[in-house]
């Protein structure tokens, strides 16, 4: 049954970020706690390396089929990396309690802007 929960949740998260391009994170984090009673600072770690091959796989697939101009994006690469910098260093320093609550407003706010966009 957890291996049939697991393919679930994969498939899930895959399917979020391949349509939407972002929230596998949404789904990974609260199943790697859950599920794996992992502490919120390491479930947040996992999720990002774990939406990495995902967004490899989305980004191959959206490239050959000419979905996008990597020229486009580079700006947002360049200003993305120092920004994961200082949130890799803000994580191993935030409080577990505030984390929670600003994860909570992220999704809140990812769900109404999906809702009313």
């Given amino acids: ?8 949740t994969g498939l899930l998260a895959g399917l979020l970020n391949g349509m939407l391009g972002a929230g596998s994170g949404n789904v ?5 706690e859950k599920y794996y009673d992992m502490e919120e600072k390491n479930s947040h770690a996992t999720s990002v390396f774990i939406v ?3 967004c490899i796989s ?25 920004g994961a910098v200082l949130g890799t260093i803000i994580l191993s320093h935030i409080n577990q309690k505030i984390l929670r609550k ?5 999704i809140i706010f990812a769900g109404a802007r999906m809702l009313f966009k």
């Fill in 1 to 8: 049954m957890k291996k049939i929960f697991l393919f679930l």
């Fill in 28 to 32: 990974i984090v609260p199943v790697l």
């Fill in 52 to 54: 990495f091959f995902v």
């Fill in 58 to 82: 989305s980004t191959f697939l959206y490239l050959i089929n000419g979905q996008f101009d990597m020229f486009d994006a580079l700006p947002y690469i360049i200003y993305g990396i120092p």
């Fill in 102 to 106: 600003i994860f909570s407003i992220f």
